[in-house]
Every structure is written in C-alpha cells, then in structure tokens.
Antibody
Framework: EVQLVESGGGLVKPGGSLRLSCAAS????????MNWVRQAPGKGLEWVSSISSSSSYVLEADSVKGRFTVSRDNTKNSLYLQMNSLRAEDTAVYFC???????????????WGQGTMVTVSS | DIQMSQSPSTLSASVGDRVTITCRAS??????LAWYQQKPGRAPKLLIY???SLESGVPSRFSGSGSGTEFTLTISSLQPDDFATYYCQQYHSYGTFGQGTKVEMK
C-alpha cells in the first residue's frame, strides 16, 4: 500500500527539541521530493519545509528557519524533521507529504500522512 | 514571499448548488496553483494541480481555472461529501497556502 506514516510527536517544553519521522512505503521514495506541512489547532495549513529527492536542495519557511532542519535517508525510506528551540506557536499537527511528480523541484502534494501532533507547553 | 488569500472564508450552500471559491496571489504564480479538500481530523486531499488539471480519481464536478494572480475552484453540483474546508496552494515559490474556505450546509 502506498502510504506515509508520521511519528515522533508529543509534549515538549518551550525551548526543547523533538525529531519527527515519516516512514514511506509502497513507492520509490528516493525518486520524490518530500515536504512537511503543519496545522495549528483550528487553523489553516502552513508549509514548513521541502527537500529534494537527493537532498541537494532544502527549502524552509521563514517561521522555522534556523530552528528546524529537514533531512531524509533514502536507504530507510524515511523523512525527518529536527525541531529545536520550540515555541508555543509551533504547536500543530505536522504532516509529511509527497510531491506529485518524480524528480520535481516544486510541485503539488499528492500523498499525505495522517499527521503527528506536537504540543509545546510548560 | 508570495501571499495567498481566499474568499469567502465561509460559504453556506445546499446540495445541488454550484459553488465557486476564489484564490488570489500577491504576485503572479503562473499556473502553479493547487486546490485541496480537508475534512476534520483528516489529511488534505489533492483535487486540482496546475490550476486546472483534475487529480486522478477526483469527481469531474470539481474544476479549476485561472492563471497569474486569480484562480477559482468550482463545484458544479455540491454533493453531501463535499462539505469540507478547501485550500489553495501556490508552488511557484515555496508552497504558501491560502487561509481556507469552509463550505458548510445552509
């Protein structure tokens, strides 16, 4: 089955760190650029970060630049988001999502995980 | 950075209605515009890409149009399963989303 499964969410104190993972299956993970999108409770979608298939380019939203780092391990079919210096406003469901086209640089997202909740609170 | 704005924020409609949602970009994004549907507690679902291309498996009552800075998503005849929140996303530069349009039952 073609799917993405996120994990690693939880409760963390302000200033703390968390590492999210996204496990891919059912498709050739190494061929696709991947993305993180978040959604604060009751709010809209916010693009967070993108990484190309070979990790040659990485894009990050200004709101997380310098604090969050996206990476991937194509041997493990996994995408990661290292989140440091967490703030209350980072509280959200974090989704991983796949680019629609193999080898694309920027594309629509055609496959999404179910999301993992991150809560930043003291 | 490119900003996206959707209107209306909320839309009340009945089954069978024709529904139109507008998305405007702060600068041209060409045709690099997608539409998603999201239901509560679920991940978004891609409906339209490249402004007007229908994603595989999406009913033909959904259509998209526009280019540059103004885009529309149209549902030709609203069905019970279509009550949801809809988001536009530009992917010309990064991946900014609009704030969403909730389609609710009148």
């Amino acid at each position: 089955e073609v799917q993405l499964v996120e994990s690693g969410g939880g409760l963390v104190k302000p200033g703390g760190s968390l590492r999210l993972s996204c496990a891919a299956s059912g498709f050739t993970f190494r061929s696709y650029s991947m993305n993180w999108v978040r959604q604060a409770p009751g709010k809209g979608l916010e693009w967070v970060s993108s990484i190309s298939s070979s990790s040659s380019y990485v894009l990050e939203a200004d709101s997380v630049k310098g604090r969050f780092t996206v990476s991937r391990d194509n041997t493990k079919n996994s995408l990661y988001l290292q989140m440091n210096s967490l703030r209350a406003e980072d509280t959200a469901v974090y989704f991983c999502a796949r680019d629609r086209i193999v080898g694309a640089t920027l594309e629509a997202f055609d496959l999404w995980g179910q999301g993992t909740m991150v809560t930043v609170s003291s | 950075d490119i900003q996206m704005s959707q209107s209306p924020s909320t839309l009340s409609a009945s089954v069978g209605d024709r529904v139109t949602i507008t998305c405007r970009a702060s600068q041209s994004v060409g045709s690099w515009l997608a539409w998603y549907q999201q239901k509560p507690g679920r991940a978004p679902k891609l409906l339209i890409y490249k402004a007007s291309s229908l994603e595989s498996g999406v009913p033909s009552r959904f259509s998209g149009s526009g280019s540059g800075t103004e885009f529309t998503l149209t549902i030709s005849s609203l069905q019970p399963d279509d009550f949801a929140t809809y988001y536009c996303q530009q992917y010309h530069s990064y991946g900014t989303f609009g704030q969403g349009t909730k389609v609710e039952m009148k």
